[in-house]
């Protein structure tokens, strides 16, 4: 215990500030008595209560405990207590004294904020009463410098339209002074210029400046496209033009020939004049356009020199085809298709080797060709729309003009080089109204070629029948007519320039197919009971063949690209499932695919019902056969020769005769197949109804295996190198019934000894047993009647 004077002493609170050593001091004895206080805490912590009294007593406990000897200790804890007592005391009044300076610190910076935000207040209560006062007295000021601004705008806006004025009538000077001069180039030059601004005005409000404008470029471009065409009309004329026959020179007229370079150079200079008169003659001058209904694609206009150069053709196309001429047949579109055709045919030289470098110089992308075929393929597009109505309804005259036409779009690409991406006739006829009746009339024709193709008496013969090598797959003649024209329906559409038009062509040939096929399986419905017969093969082989190539087809690009056609549009109808659409996407299946499917099941049907009608022939000329008497034939040994059985003799006959009359008339394919099904049944029936209905002694099986593989299997070597592998039970059945008895009583109880367990495969291969089971072996091991006398 403390003396009470010692305990009622406060601390000394020091005078002046710690050194290093006494603050180090300090911070060692204050972790010392905050490790004792927290031992202390973790004391008090451990009793119930948590009271003094109770960590006191916990205290003691603790550093005391029962030992006597341990009260020593007493005065170092009532000395270390006092310190730590002493040290928490000091932090107490440390702690305490730095907080209100603090507090008075922050009080005093708040203050000083507070007078600095009055001192800004003042400032802008006195700058928002300046700026008011300036704005009342300026407010006159700005008003009328806003009315004086209003003015310098309204000035300026009148000085630049003024300005506009001039320069267009400075222009217009510039070009009268050019022709006054006859400077055409430099008039021509200040024109385009001219032009130009004008594009560039469209945008302004000025409505009578545009109207000036329009009206002096209007002015100038009349005068200089009268002078330069009459010009350049002149220059033509020199040199003939147009070139009417087709052996018509460009150079025939010309008196010298020193003169013909001059004319050229004038034919250069003026072609190059009313080039540039282009962009003003696009202001004037609005291109011919056919209604929206033909959807002809978006093209610039004809340049000015090509259209002065086709004005003469046109007159005489307008002349010739239009009004009450003779020529204008509407019985005979050919007349002006062909006048077209021989129309760019003559000029195409001229055009291409004076007319080209022209443009090549001047750095024109223009194809000067291609360019006066367009202008004379306008004409040919007038002439349809107003013709196509009038005769819409006469099949024949329809018909006629779908076929001239198409023959024009050949030749107009093939050989004249014309882009299908120009307008062309196929637009025309995808109109709609002419579209369908397109479609209606094709098909209308297609089916009475149908008709007149299946009536012909060589309607089943092969073209070809005489000619090994071409007719591999015997083709009959209505099969091959009717591929022919859907061929020919392909070449017809393929140009047309959408996508779902060549669809719905696409579905009219699928129709025709289908219509072909149920023609077909009605003819052969009919030949139903003579299965064998030539025709029944023929259509066979048709079947076949239009299969064949609808699957050549579906690889081909064209009907690949339509395919791709097809599926945007089920994606967009949502017509197909999303397995069917990925399976086009992936080109696992094709647009003919529903076709060639109902082809092949009827080509199965067909082969089936043969297949089935010589095993019917078979089996009865099999049934001598069946009642041989194996049990008690002689072996081998007792043989000098051995020969085939009497009984199976119309067996093999009447396989014989049939394998060679069908292999006469069906194409190699399809006999393949056809042997291999009879081959499947022959083997089953041959095992179930002969081998296994009866026992054999060792002279009966081996007159079998003599029949079979002597006589049977080379029925069918001529198709293939092992016939044997396709009589799989036949022969395995053979290897068992002619295995050496030792060899046979070893196998049997193998499989005697392994019943039960996996099947003896290594024993079964080993002699060459492959596909027969267990059970079967056994069963064909027990039909053998030479088994030794064992005493079983």
Known sequence: ??????????????????????????????DISIAALVENEQVCEGTDNGDLPSCVSAFIEKEVGNDLKSLKKLDKLIEQMTENKMQLEEQVLTVSSEIPKRIHTALKKAEESKQFLNQFLEQETHLFSSINSHLLTAQPWMEDLGAMINQIEEI????????????????????????????????????????????????????????????????????????LTSDFEEILAQLHWPFIAPSQSPTVGISRPASAPEIYSNLETLFCQLLKLQTSDELFTEPKQLPEKYSLPTSPSVILPIQIMLTPLQKRFRYHFRGNRQTNVISKPEWYLAQVLLWIGNHTQFLDEKIQPILDKVGSSVNARLEFSRGLMMLILEKLAADIPCLLYDDNLFC????????????LHSVHGYPSTFANCMHILSEETCFQRWLTVERKFALQKMDSMLSSEAAWISQYKDITDVDEMKVPDCAETFMTLLLVITDRY??????????????????????????????MKEETRASLGFRYCAILNAVNYISTVLADWADNVFFLQLQQAALEVFA????????????????????????????????????????????????DAAKLYKKERWLSLPSQSEQAVMSLSSSACPLLLTLRDRLLQLEQQLCFSLFKVFWQMLVEKLDIYIYQEIILANHFNEGGAAQLHFDMTRNLFPLFSHYCKRPENYFKHVKEACILLNLNVGSALLLRDVLQSTSGQPPATAALNEVGIYKLAQQDVEILLNLRTNWPNTGK
């Open 572 to 619: 967009e109808n949502n017509t197909l499932s999303k397995l069917q659409l990925g399976q086009l996407a992936s080109m696992e299946s094709s647009v003919f695919d529903d076709m060639i499917n109902l082809l092949e099941r009827l080509k199965h049907d067909m082969l089936t019902r043969q297949v089935d009608h010589v095993f019917r022939e078979v089996k």
């Open 400 to 411: 006629h003009l779908v076929d001239e036409v198409l023959l024009f779009e050949k030749e």
């Open 494 to 523: 393929k140009n047309l320039p959408t996508a779902s038009r060549k669809l719905q062509f696409l579905e009219l040939q699928k129709d025709l197919v289908d219509d072909f096929r149920i023609r077909l399986t009605q003819v």
């Open 156 to 227: 300026e806006r009148h000085l630049a339209y003024l300005k506009w004025i001039s320069q267009i009538e400075e222009l217009s000077d510039n070009i009268q002074q050019y022709l006054m001069t006859n400077n055409v180039p430099e008039a021509a030059s200040t024109l385009v210029f001219m032009a130009e601004l004008d594009i560039k005005l469209q945008e302004s409000s000025c409505t009578h400046l545009l109207g000036f404008m329009r009206a002096t470029v209007k002015f100038w471009h009349k005068i200089l496209k009268d002078k």
């Open 1 to 30: 215990m403390l003396p009470a004077g010692e305990i009622g002493e406060p601390p000394v609170t020091p005078c002046c500030s710690e050194n290093g050593d006494q603050k180090k001091n300090l911070k060692e004895k204050s």
